[in-house]
């Protein structure tokens, strides 16, 4: 069976691009694969973070992959910092990695901006730990976004490089799993830009815990245009939040864009909002009340949690072991 590892940021406030990008797929994956979640506190704080905040952050986002359907019985659900593995690779592969792969890397172009001289190393590096994050448990699968691409590439890059250096078979090269570009939820307020928890509008996105009343009227102000909805695909090109309504329902509802288009074609987003929230509301709703349960009991995520750091380690161990025998390191 393929081993998949992907992993998610402590940043709190999950939303719905969270779910559908993300999370719904990781609970559609366990049943075909050997899965290892990761919540990737060790990649968070490559920014300065509160550290109480970070915290409850992490359990956060742990209750909802739980809650989305990711069961902790047939997944392993961990949080990085808890597996040292993953930085006693980094630091080897960081030994392996060219400066001049890193400069290609355009994440840390557009998150450092003008001043990357004051950029923390971490955050220069943070593809290092991603390929380590991966390889410590030889996964041959990374379920990611077409902008994280580049990274996965990286990780092959450095898996090869660890080979050819101590000439051995020893790392796979991990395939990118592109997810579908249905799942790219855009902002409710403007949609020609990523739904985002960080946005400052609570009517831009729909929240994990949100409950319905607050699904259903978050939709019922999301922005449009005055025209009926089209009769075509076509008939979205330059429609941006017509097509971003439309694409939500798709998503929701497992069909593709161009069903919902003929279902609803000529009608007005009066029909079609009631339509949505009735189906965000019945999807979303028994989430919501689970992630609310989970976060309300601490305890019960913080054992699924030690959990999964024991069986991450069980299975990273042994594999970053023999790395530091290849690389020569004495254990006396």
Known sequence: MKRIFSGIQPSGNLQLGNYLGAIR???RM??????????????????????????????????GVIAGGVDPASCIIFNQSQVPEHAELAWIFNCVARMGWLNRMTQFKEKA????????????????LQAADILAYKATDVPVGEDQKQHIELSRDIAQAFNSMFGVDFFPLPEPRIQAEAARIMSLRDGSKKMSKSDPSEYSRINMTD????????????????????????????????????TIFAALSDRTVESVVTEFAGKGFGDFKGALSELAVSTLGPIGDEMKRLMAAPDEVDAVLRNGVEKA????????????????????
């Open 30 to 63: 366990q049943k075909d694969y050997e899965c290892i979640f990761c919540v990737v506190d060790l990649h968070a704080i490559t920014l300065p973070q509160d550290p109480e905040v970070m915290r409850q952050a992490t359990r956060e986002v742990a209750a």
């Open 113 to 128: 901006g003008k001043d990357r001289d004051g950029a923390f190393v971490g955050l220069y590096t943070y593809p290092v």
């Open 313 to 332: 380690r069980a299975i990273a161990q042994p594999i970053v072991r023999e790395a530091q025998d290849i690389v020569g390191f004495l254990r006396p």
């Open 211 to 246: 409950g319905p009343d607050e699904i259903a009227q978050k939709i019922r102000r999301a922005k449009t245009d005055p025209h009926p909805l089209p009769e075509s695909l076509e008939g979205l090109e330059g429609r941006p939040e017509a097509a971003n309504l439309i």
């Open 25 to 27: 797929n990781w609970a």
